[in-house]
C-alpha cells in the first residue's frame, strides 16, 4: 500500500483518531470532548467542546513563536503601482485594533459583520478583526450589484458593514461606496454603522452618524484581545449561488475549519511554514477565503494578495512577474485566467524575462481544466499543473493530487483522488453505487471532514433538502462524473442549474426569475454555452407576451441591462434572443440541457419525454442567427 492508501484509508477508517491529530496543529483554549459529535446526524460537529480562536492561531501564534518579523501578507496592487509587505507582527498589530475598532461600535461574539471591499488588505484585516472579537464576517464580492449585497444584507443582518471608496478594475474606478448606500436602501435590515476605507482614487462621501472613516476610527482604537469561541461557532458565512434568487449562505465553523486548512497546506499543497503562498483569487471568494486569508496564515507562511488581472495589469507576464519577485513556491487560481494568459502571448514570451527556478506548482480550480489549457501550461512552464476540484460549501478540495502525501502521475482532465476525509462514490439517480468508468452523480459519504459546511445560515432545512436528503447517507455535491480503474476522479460538471463563469459560480435559475421581470417576457430559459476564454457565459432565450411590440436589438439590451443592475457585471450576461416558444417535456420541464449542446453545436437526442420535438429545430434557427449552433 502506498503513502496516499495508508493515509486516505485511516482517514476513512478513523476519522477521529486522524483528525484528533491533525488537530494538535492547532492551539486550543480548551481540548474538545469529543472529536467527532455525530448524536445528531447529519449535523455533525467537529471538536464538538474544544475552544479556540482563529485569529489568535493566524497571527499571535506565529508572533510567539518566533515568526514575528517573517512577512505574513504581501499586498501586490498593479492597479496602484503599490507593493506593500506586512509582517507577522504589523498585522497582528493593525488586526487588533480594527478589531478594538468594531469593539467599539458594539461588534461582539456571534454578531455578524458584511465585508463588501475590493483587493486591500484591509479586506483581510477586516475578516481576521471579526475572528478576533468572535463575530461572524460574511465577504460579499465586488463585482456583485446593489441588489445582490441587499439580499446578503437581508440574510445577515449585519451590525456593521466594512467596506471601501472604490475598488480598481484594471484602470476603471468602481465606486463601491454609492453601490453599499443603494444596497442600504434597498435592504430592509439596516446596520448600525459602517466602516469606509477612504482610498485616494475616489473619496466617498460619509453619511454622518452612520459611516466612519477606517483609518480615523483605527488611530483612536484599543487594540481588542482574542476571544475565545466554541469549535463549533460559525466563523464566517460565505453566500454562493444556489438554483434559486436566494443565494445559500454557506457555514464555516472555527475548529473544523482551522484544523483542515492547517492540514491541507502541507499534505494537499506541499506547502510549509516559512514559504510563500499565492492564490490569485478574490476574498469574496471561497478560495480567497481559504487561500489567501486563513490557509497560508494557520501555516505561518507568507499569503500574497494580488490586487490585479492575470491580462492588462500591465501585461500578460504579470503572474510570472508575481512569481519571481516574491519567491511564489505554489499558486493557486483559475484554468480561465490560464486561458486569458495564453490569448494574450500563445508563445510565452513573457515568461522569459523571468526567473521561476523557485516556483514548484500550479494548482488549478474553480471550473474544469480543459486538457488543452493544461497542456499549454504544462509545456509553458514545465512544472505540475495540478487540477482540483472543491466548492464554496466543502471550503477546500474534495479531489486533489496530495503532492505533500505522495505525488501521482497526471491524468489531463482528472483531478486525480478523493483527499483524505472524502469518502467521494458515483451513484446512479436511484442511488446505486456505480462502478469504475461509469458516469453518475458525485456524492461523498457522511460524515465529510472537517472544515466543510455544518449547515446553511438559520436554514437547516434548506442544508437538508439541498445537501442530505437526496441520497441519505451521502452529501450530494450537484456535480455530474466518474471515476476510471486507477481511481482517479472525473467531474463532468453540474447537474443542475449553476453555471461556472471564468471560475466564478452563477444562478442561471436566478438570471431567470430577474428576466421573468420584464414587462414583454411571458416566458425564458438561461443556460450557459461555451466560451473560450470563460470556459462558460450565460445565454438567455425569451417568448414575448402576445402583444408585446419590442424588437429583438432592443430587448436584447434591456434584458442584459437588467442582470448587470440586479447580479452585476460578473455574471457577463450580453447575448439574449426571442424564440416563438421553448422546447418543454410532457410536465413542462424546459429542456436547457438539449438547447446548451444544440448551441454549442454538439451532438444530442431528443428526449423521450419531449412535448414536441419540432420546436428544437426552430431553436437551432434562433441560435444560429445570434452565431451559436455551428455543428463542431
Ligand atoms: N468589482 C467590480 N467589478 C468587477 C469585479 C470586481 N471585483 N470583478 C470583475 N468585475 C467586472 C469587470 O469590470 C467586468 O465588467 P464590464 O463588463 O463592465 O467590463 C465584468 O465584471 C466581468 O469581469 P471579468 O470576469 O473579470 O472579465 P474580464 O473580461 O474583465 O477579464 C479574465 C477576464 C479572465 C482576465 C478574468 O475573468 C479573470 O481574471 N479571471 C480569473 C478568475 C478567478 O480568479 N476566479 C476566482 C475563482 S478561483
Ligand atoms: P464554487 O462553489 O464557486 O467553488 O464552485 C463549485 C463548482 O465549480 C463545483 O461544483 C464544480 O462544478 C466546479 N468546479 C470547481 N473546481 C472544479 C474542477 N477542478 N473541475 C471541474 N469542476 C470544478
Given at each position: 500500500?502506498?503513502?496516499?492508501?495508508?493515509v486516505?484509508?485511516?482517514?476513512?477508517?478513523?476519522?477521529?483518531?486522524?483528525?484528533?491529530?491533525?488537530?494538535?496543529?492547532?492551539?486550543?483554549?480548551?481540548?474538545?470532548?469529543?472529536?467527532?459529535?455525530?448524536?445528531?446526524?447529519?449535523?455533525?460537529?467537529?471538536?464538538?467542546?474544544?475552544?479556540?480562536?482563529?485569529?489568535?492561531?493566524?497571527l499571535?501564534?506565529?508572533?510567539?513563536?518566533?515568526?514575528?518579523?517573517?512577512?505574513a501578507?504581501?499586498y501586490?496592487?498593479?492597479?496602484?503601482?503599490?507593493?506593500?509587505?506586512?509582517?507577522?507582527?504589523e498585522?497582528?498589530?493593525?488586526?487588533?485594533?480594527?478589531?478594538?475598532?468594531?469593539?467599539?461600535?458594539?461588534?461582539?461574539?456571534?454578531?455578524?459583520?458584511?465585508?463588501y471591499?475590493?483587493?486591500?488588505?484591509q479586506?483581510?484585516?477586516?475578516?481576521?478583526?471579526?475572528?478576533?472579537?468572535?463575530?461572524?464576517?460574511?465577504?460579499?464580492?465586488?463585482?456583485?450589484?446593489p441588489h445582490?449585497?441587499a439580499i446578503?444584507?437581508d440574510?445577515?443582518?449585519?451590525?456593521?458593514?466594512?467596506?471601501?471608496?472604490?475598488?480598481i478594475?484594471?484602470?476603471?474606478?468602481?465606486?463601491y461606496?454609492?453601490?453599499?448606500?443603494?444596497?442600504?436602501?434597498?435592504?430592509?435590515?439596516?446596520?448600525?454603522a459602517?466602516?469606509?476605507?477612504?482610498?485616494p482614487?475616489?473619496?466617498?462621501?460619509?453619511?454622518?452618524?452612520?459611516?466612519?472613516?477606517?483609518?480615523?476610527?483605527t488611530?483612536?482604537?484599543?487594540?481588542?484581545?482574542?476571544?475565545?469561541?466554541?469549535?463549533?461557532?460559525p466563523?464566517?458565512?460565505?453566500?454562493?449561488?444556489?438554483?434559486?434568487g436566494?443565494?445559500?449562505?454557506?457555514?464555516?465553523?472555527n475548529?473544523?475549519?482551522?484544523?483542515?486548512?492547517?492540514?491541507?497546506?502541507e499534505?494537499?499543497?506541499d506547502?510549509?511554514?516559512?514559504?510563500?503562498?499565492?492564490?490569485?483569487?478574490?476574498?469574496?471568494?471561497?478560495?480567497?477565503?481559504?487561500?489567501?486569508?486563513y490557509?497560508?496564515l494557520?501555516?505561518?507562511?507568507?499569503?500574497?494578495?494580488?490586487?490585479?488581472?492575470?491580462?492588462?495589469?500591465p501585461?500578460?507576464?504579470?503572474?510570472?512577474?508575481?512569481?519571481?519577485?516574491?519567491?511564489?513556491?505554489?499558486?493557486?487560481?483559475?484554468?480561465?485566467?490560464?486561458?486569458?494568459?495564453?490569448?494574450?502571448?500563445?508563445?510565452?514570451?513573457?515568461?522569459?524575462?523571468?526567473?521561476?527556478?523557485?516556483?514548484?506548482?500550479?494548482?488549478?480550480?474553480?471550473?474544469?481544466?480543459?486538457p488543452?489549457t493544461?497542456?499549454?501550461?504544462?509545456?509553458?512552464?514545465?512544472?505540475?499543473?495540478?487540477d482540483?476540484?472543491?466548492?464554496?460549501?466543502?471550503?477546500w478540495?474534495?479531489?486533489?493530487?496530495?503532492?505533500?502525501?505522495?505525488?501521482?502521475?497526471?491524468?489531463?482532465?482528472s483531478?486525480?483522488?478523493?483527499?483524505?476525509?472524502?469518502d467521494?462514490?458515483?451513484?446512479?439517480?436511484n442511488?446505486?453505487?456505480?462502478?469504475?468508468?461509469?458516469?453518475?452523480?458525485?456524492?461523498?459519504?457522511?460524515?465529510?471532514?472537517?472544515?466543510?459546511?455544518?449547515?446553511?445560515?438559520?436554514?437547516?432545512?434548506?442544508?437538508?433538502?439541498s445537501?442530505?436528503?437526496?441520497?441519505?447517507?451521502?452529501?450530494?455535491?450537484?456535480?455530474?462524473?466518474?471515476?476510471?480503474?486507477?481511481?482517479?476522479?472525473?467531474?463532468?460538471?453540474?447537474?443542475?442549474?449553476?453555471?461556472n463563469?471564468?471560475?466564478?459560480?452563477?444562478?442561471?435559475?436566478?438570471?431567470?426569475?430577474?428576466?421573468?421581470?420584464?414587462?414583454?417576457?411571458?416566458?425564458?430559459?438561461?443556460?450557459?454555452?461555451?466560451?473560450?476564454?470563460?470556459?462558460?457565459?450565460?445565454?438567455?432565450l425569451?417568448?414575448?407576451?402576445?402583444?408585446?411590440?419590442?424588437?429583438?436589438?432592443?430587448?436584447?439590451?434591456?434584458?442584459?441591462?437588467m442582470?448587470?443592475?440586479?447580479?452585476?457585471?460578473?455574471?457577463?450576461?450580453?447575448?439574449?434572443?426571442?424564440?416563438g416558444?421553448?422546447?418543454?417535456?410532457?410536465?413542462?420541464?424546459?429542456?436547457?440541457?438539449?438547447?446548451?449542446?444544440i448551441?454549442?453545436?454538439?451532438?444530442?437526442?431528443?428526449?423521450?419525454?419531449i412535448?414536441?420535438?419540432?420546436?428544437?429545430?426552430?431553436?437551432?434557427?434562433?441560435?444560429?442567427?445570434?452565431?451559436?449552433?455551428?455543428?463542431?
Amino acid at each position: 500500500m502506498g503513502r496516499y492508501d495508508e493515509v486516505f484509508q485511516r482517514s476513512i477508517h478513523d476519522p477521529e483518531g486522524f483528525w484528533g491529530e491533525a488537530a494538535e496543529a492547532i492551539h486550543w483554549y480548551k481540548k474538545w470532548d469529543r472529536v467527532l459529535d455525530d448524536s445528531n446526524r447529519p449535523f455533525y460537529r467537529w471538536f464538538a467542546g474544544g475552544e479556540l480562536n482563529t485569529c489568535y492561531n493566524a497571527l499571535a501564534r506565529h508572533v510567539e513563536g518566533g515568526r514575528a518579523d517573517q512577512v505574513a501578507l504581501i499586498y501586490d496592487s498593479p492597479v496602484t503601482g503599490t507593493i506593500r509587505k506586512f509582517t507577522y507582527k504589523e498585522l497582528l498589530d493593525q488586526v487588533s485594533r480594527f478589531a478594538g475598532a468594531l469593539k467599539g461600535l458594539g461588534v461582539g461574539k456571534g454578531d455578524t459583520v458584511i465585508i463588501y471591499m475590493p483587493m486591500v488588505p484591509q479586506a483581510a484585516m477586516a475578516m481576521l478583526a471579526c475572528a478576533r472579537l468572535g463575530a461572524i464576517h460574511s465577504v460579499v464580492f465586488g463585482g456583485f450589484a446593489p441588489h445582490e449585497l441587499a439580499i446578503r444584507i437581508d440574510d445577515a443582518k449585519p451590525k456593521v458593514i466594512v467596506s471601501a471608496s472604490c475598488g480598481i478594475e484594471v484602470k476603471k474606478i468602481i465606486e463601491y461606496k454609492s453601490m453599499l448606500n443603494k444596497a442600504i436602501e434597498l435592504a430592509e435590515h439596516k446596520p448600525k454603522a459602517c466602516v469606509i476605507l477612504q482610498r485616494p482614487q475616489a473619496k466617498a462621501e460619509m453619511i454622518s452618524g452612520r459611516d466612519f472613516d477606517w483609518d480615523e476610527l483605527t488611530a483612536k482604537a484599543e487594540p481588542a484581545a482574542c476571544i475565545p469561541v466554541k469549535a463549533s461557532d460559525p466563523l464566517y458565512i460565505l453566500y454562493t449561488s444556489g438554483t434559486t434568487g436566494k443565494p445559500k449562505g454557506i457555514v464555516r465553523d472555527n475548529g473544523g475549519h482551522a484544523v483542515a486548512l492547517r492540514w491541507s497546506l502541507e499534505n494537499i499543497y506541499d506547502t510549509k511554514p516559512g514559504e510563500v503562498y499565492w492564490a490569485a483569487s478574490d476574498v469574496g471568494w471561497v478560495v480567497g477565503h481559504s487561500y489567501i486569508v486563513y490557509g497560508p496564515l494557520l501555516t505561518g507562511c507568507t499569503t500574497i494578495l494580488y490586487e490585479g488581472k492575470p491580462v492588462g495589469t500591465p501585461a500578460p507576464g504579470a503572474f510570472w512577474r508575481v512569481i519571481s519577485e516574491h519567491d511564489v513556491k505554489t499558486l493557486f487560481t483559475a484554468p480561465t485566467a490560464f486561458r486569458a494568459i495564453k490569448r494574450d502571448d500563445p508563445q510565452g514570451e513573457f515568461l522569459k524575462k523571468y526567473d521561476l527556478s523557485r516556483f514548484k506548482y500550479l494548482f488549478l480550480a474553480g471550473e474544469r481544466l480543459d486538457p488543452d489549457t493544461y497542456h499549454w501550461a504544462h509545456n509553458l512552464l514545465h512544472k505540475p499543473v495540478i487540477d482540483h476540484w472543491w466548492q464554496t460549501e466543502t471550503g477546500w478540495p474534495i479531489t486533489a493530487n496530495c503532492v505533500g502525501i505522495e505525488p501521482f502521475p497526471i491524468k489531463p482532465g482528472s483531478s486525480t483522488k478523493p483527499v483524505p476525509g472524502f469518502d467521494v462514490q458515483i451513484l446512479d439517480s436511484n442511488g446505486a453505487v456505480l462502478g469504475p468508468t461509469q458516469e453518475g452523480l458525485v456524492v461523498v459519504k457522511l460524515p465529510l471532514p472537517p472544515g466543510t459546511l455544518p449547515t446553511l445560515w438559520q436554514a437547516d432545512e434548506r442544508f437538508l433538502q439541498s445537501y442530505m436528503k437526496i441520497f441519505p447517507g451521502y452529501y450530494f455535491t450537484s456535480d455530474g462524473g466518474f471515476r476510471d480503474e486507477d481511481g482517479y476522479v472525473y467531474i463532468m460538471g453540474r447537474v443542475d442549474d449553476v453555471i461556472n463563469v471564468a471560475g466564478h459560480r452563477l444562478s442561471t435559475g436566478e438570471m431567470e426569475e430577474i428576466l421573468a421581470q420584464h414587462a414583454d417576457v411571458a416566458e425564458c430559459a438561461v443556460f450557459a454555452v461555451h466560451d473560450s476564454l470563460k470556459g462558460q457565459v450565460p445565454l438567455g432565450l425569451a417568448v414575448l407576451k402576445a402583444g408585446a411590440r419590442k424588437d429583438d436589438a432592443q430587448l436584447k439590451k434591456e434584458l442584459v441591462q437588467m442582470i448587470r443592475e440586479k447580479i452585476g457585471p460578473i455574471a457577463c450576461f450580453n447575448e439574449a434572443t426571442v424564440v416563438g416558444r421553448l422546447p418543454k417535456t410532457r410536465s413542462g420541464k424546459i429542456l436547457r440541457g438539449t438547447m446548451r449542446k444544440i448551441a454549442d453545436g454538439e451532438p444530442y437526442t431528443i428526449p423521450s419525454t419531449i412535448d414536441d420535438p419540432a420546436i428544437l429545430g426552430e431553436i437551432e434557427e434562433a441560435l444560429k442567427k445570434v452565431g451559436y449552433a455551428h455543428k463542431k
